[in-house]
């Protein structure tokens, strides 16, 4: 923790910074503060350190750590952050933490997720390096399920204001759950909740999004290089996942105080970003062998889809694969 509180001071200063000023601000010896800059060296970070001056930080790696997130995140709120470089899968880990008593807003966050996993059963490809792996723990009072419907929809909001206040950019909504960037996905969202057996309400709500951030074509699986991407694929830029991390974890804050009472504010958000409405759509649920074609007139006040089959039916769709024309290689 001594590292990463020195790589926060050093990332929140533009100039030199003294060791006696640090020592001040952290009431760290002198030595730990040397020893601390000598392992972020070996880390990959750029510091110089010139005498009477104290250290600068040139050039840092793009990594994802409690340090980098210090320099973003307020020191209490980052004690519910948990960082890895690897798992196997944030939402199973953050599953564990929950039964062993982790609290309501307990964020964690990995470099890499060995079996990582998406929506309907599919896997969520997770290259080392490239993503942000996030999963987000609610522990809502006295709330059923049903409160619980319109979660991932206002995750897909969250998540889209948090890339655009970083990057610049405003990814669309795919519905129900993918954040879309020039027809390609580039974020998927899995939300997973626990039952209390007595009393049928919410004993936990787990969200786990993972955004692909800088990740090259050739780090995703050839069959679906055409539907995946990345914000640097599409941008041509590199962006700091540390801070793009750091605004998800204040988005997320933000969704957390708000439900399930902002649903106006939340519902208008959803339809403004929507890729979905207005488009030609395919329908697909389970057990049918044929989708079913129509148009996405609009999303209903509970999420579900508004559509127009050919034959001039309607109906709110709630479940199943919608796949929009032009988008992930419909045509």
């Not at 933000?254 to 649903?263: M, R």
């Not at 074609?293 to 309607?314: F, M, P, R, W």
Request: glycine share 8%; hydrophobic share 35%.
């Amino acid at each position: 923790m001594t590292k990463d509180k020195v790589l926060a001071v050093l990332k929140n200063n533009n100039d030199y910074v003294s060791g006696e000023s640090i020592s001040g601000e952290l009431g760290l010896s002198r030595m730990a503060i040397s020893t601390a800059v000598k392992s972020l060296r070996q880390d990959g970070y750029e510091i110089e350190s010139v005498t009477k001056k104290g250290y600068k930080l040139l050039k840092a790696p793009d990594k994802l750590t409690i340090g980098e997130l210090l320099a973003y995140v307020d020191k209490n709120r980052i004690e519910r952050v948990k960082c890895l470089d690897s798992t196997e899968s944030t939402n199973k880990l953050l599953q564990s933490m929950a039964m062993e008593g982790a609290k309501d807003g307990q964020v964690v966050i990995a470099n890499e997720q060995t079996k990582g996993r998406g929506r309907l059963g599919r896997t969520f490809n997770s290259p080392k390096d490239g993503g942000i792996y996030f999963s987000y723990l609610m522990k809502p009072q006295n709330r059923s399920p049903q409160d619980a419907t319109c979660l991932t929809a206002w995750t897909a909001v969250a998540i889209s204001d948090a890339i655009e206040e970083v990057c610049g950019i405003t990814p669309g909504i795919k519905w129900v759950n993918d954040l879309v960037l020039n027809k390609k996905k580039i974020c998927g969202i899995l939300t997973e909740m626990s039952i209390e057996s007595e009393s049928g309400m919410i004993s936990s709500i787990i969200i786990g999004i993972g955004v692909n951030v800088n990740e090259l074509t050739t780090d995703f699986p050839e069959e679906i290089q055409n539907i995946a991407s990345s914000i640097r694929i599409e941008t041509g830029k590199v962006f700091s996942r540390s801070r793009i991390a750091a605004a998800m974890i204040k988005h997320m804050d933000i969704l957390n105080q708000n439900w399930p009472d902002s649903k106006d504010k939340y519902l208008e958000k959803y339809i403004q970003k929507s890729v979905t409405v207005g488009q030609d759509v395919s329908v697909s649920f389970s057990g049918e062998d044929v989708p079913r074609h129509a148009y996405a007139e609009t999303i209903n006040s509970d999420y579900t889809l508004q559509v127009k089959y050919e034959d001039g039916t309607t109906e709110a769709v709630s479940s199943g694969d919608v796949s929009v024309r032009g988008l992930y290689g419909y045509c």
